[in-house]
């Protein structure tokens, strides 16, 4: 089903799978994973909720903490520029639940948040405060997964 808080849509997330380990040919680097873009509907946290991040997560005077939802998520094909593809052309997902990439501690690649961009962008939480079982799977049915981000904006 797709949330509710779709027409609200704000944000846009970047994240990437982590590729695979090649071999010695190329020095045994990393490459790159596949690329995913999440619509988000996101807010700034209150000063109040924010003190309580300070405490818990290292979060610094620089940086902003944004709480919301996932809206729909799509695979991001390669060259397609991600603050404007249409996630609807693609593997799209509305159903508001995060992808299995996206997870607590994750350094994402950026964020689009109204007409900012960021690329120091974290996840500090990316599930319900029940989780995902009982009343955690009927509020994920109807908003769609929580997800709350540590970023600092950079020019």
Same mark, same amino acid.
């Given at each position: 089903?797709?949330?509710?808080?779709?027409?609200?849509?704000?944000?846009?997330?970047? +994240?990437?799978?982590?590729?695979?380990?090649?071999?010695?040919?190329?020095?045994?680097?990393?490459?790159?994973?596949?690329?995913?873009?999440?619509?988000?509907?996101?807010?700034?946290?209150?000063?109040?909720?924010?003190?309580?991040?300070?405490?818990?997560?290292?979060?610094?005077?620089?940086?902003?903490?944004?709480?919301?939802?996932? +809206?729909?998520?799509?695979?991001?094909?390669?060259?397609?520029?991600?603050?404007?593809?249409?996630?609807?052309?693609?593997?799209?997902?509305?159903?508001?639940?995060?992808?299995?990439?996206?997870?607590?501690?994750?350094?994402?690649?950026?964020?689009?948040?109204?007409?900012?961009?960021?690329?120091?962008?974290?996840? +500090?939480?990316?599930?319900?405060?029940?989780?995902?079982?009982?009343?955690?799977? +009927?509020?994920?049915?109807?908003?769609?997964?929580?997800?709350?981000?540590?970023?600092?904006?950079?020019?």
């Amino acid at each position: 089903m797709t949330s509710p808080l779709q027409p609200f849509t704000n944000a846009r997330l970047l +994240i990437e799978v982590p590729g695979a380990r090649g071999g010695p040919e190329v020095g045994y680097k990393r490459t790159g994973g596949q690329q995913i873009v999440l619509e988000l509907f996101m807010k700034q946290v209150s000063e109040k909720e924010r003190s309580e991040f300070e405490r818990l997560e290292r979060v610094g005077a620089a940086n902003d903490v944004l709480k919301g939802y996932v +809206i729909s998520f799509a695979d991001l094909p390669d060259g397609a520029d991600w603050q404007t593809y249409d996630l609807a052309a693609g593997t799209f997902d509305s159903t508001g639940k995060r992808p299995s990439a996206l997870t607590k501690g994750l350094k994402a690649v950026a964020l689009q948040f109204g007409s900012r961009v960021t690329e120091t962008v974290e996840v +500090i939480e990316a599930a319900g405060t029940f989780d995902d079982l009982g009343i955690g799977q +009927i509020v994920r049915d109807v908003l769609g997964d929580r997800l709350i981000l540590k970023i600092e904006w950079r020019r």
